[in-house]
């Protein structure tokens, strides 16, 4: 689920995140928690752009097996036809 | 180190050049480097233990990478986290390496039983599992060279309570890393435990 930055500052707030070296446990300072806010927007931001991608490459192929279908062809007829492997 | 011989330990027994352990007794080698073949190390050999603390974004693992061993097993056993979000591992030598990597993740995406395969990328960190956001989530990752002067790999597989898939990383600097930063991407963990093992080299 994409949540926007205020919500996720919400979710963790300053003083609510530590950072950990070896056994050594601190509360982030708000330098590092305004980078680390960022560095979480950008993996998100990346990581939707990802599905969006994988989305629409679905609906690609959910829109040519259905044009297959109106022609009275299904995928495993067009595979057995030209020894293809089509994705699954 | 002091040379033993069989007579001196309680217990053990030679028999045709077999030494043997009797039932009810063990051999404790105490020193993870002790149990040695031709005078070298066998097997993976624990380095580090580190547990995870709470409401953590991230633990460093510092100096668990060396000469002694060139290539390395880590073991992320995550009690709970608070985001759905990429598992990172982060080399460093004294300070933390964001650039440089090239990362891929690939899963079946949507709760066990129902197989619809994605993938994500990095290019901030290897990517070493994924966590879910409550429960728990384990990886399990070699990492090729890290302190070898030439670029660094990691390949592993991991699972967590919603799903479960395996991940390629590289790191294509040529700098001799000494430590590890493993968080998830987004939110904080809290509970579980860090292990480091080194893959003896003979």
């Known amino acids: 689920m994409t949540m926007t930055r205020a919500e996720y500052e919400a979710q963790h707030p300053l003083g609510s995140v530590n950072v950990q070296h070896d056994g050594e446990t601190r509360p982030m300072t708000e330098a590092e928690w305004t980078a680390w806010v960022d560095q979480a927007m950008e993996a998100q931001a990346a990581e939707q752009a990802e599905a969006d991608a994988q989305a629409a490459k679905d609906a690609t192929r959910q829109s040519a097996i259905e044009k297959l279908a109106a022609l009275g062809l299904t995928v495993d007829e067009i595979k057995e036809a030209f020894g293809l492997e089509a994705p699954q | ?202």
């Open chain 2, 1 to 202: 180190m002091s040379r033993l011989t069989v007579g001196s330990i309680e217990g053990l027994t030679e028999n045709s050049n077999v030494i043997s352990v009797p039932t009810g007794h063990s051999l404790n080698v105490a020193d993870a480097g002790g149990l040695q073949i031709g005078g070298s190390a066998v097997g993976l050999v624990h380095v580090s233990r580190t547990t995870i603390g709470t409401a953590v974004s991230s633990v460093t693992v510092s100096n668990c990478f060396s000469s002694t061993y060139d290539n390395y097993k880590v073991i992320v056993a995550i009690d709970s986290t608070t985001n759905n979000s990429q598992c990172v591992g982060q080399l460093g030598a004294g300070s933390v390496t964001t650039t440089n990597y090239n990362s891929y993740l690939y899963t079946e995406q949507d709760a066990w039983g129902t197989f619809s395969p994605a993938s994500v990328q990095s290019t901030s960190g290897l990517i070493l599992g994924y966590c879910d956001n409550i429960n728990v989530s384990h990886n399990s990752n070699d990492i090729i060279s890290p302190y070898r002067a030439t670029l660094t790999s990691s390949f592993g597989f991991y699972t967590q309570d919603d799903n479960g898939g395996f991940q390629i990383s590289r790191q294509t600097d040529t700098t001799q890393f000494t430590d590890i930063t493993i968080g998830p991407a987004a939110g904080t963990m809290t509970g579980g435990f860090i292990d480091v093992y080194g893959y003896a080299k003979a």
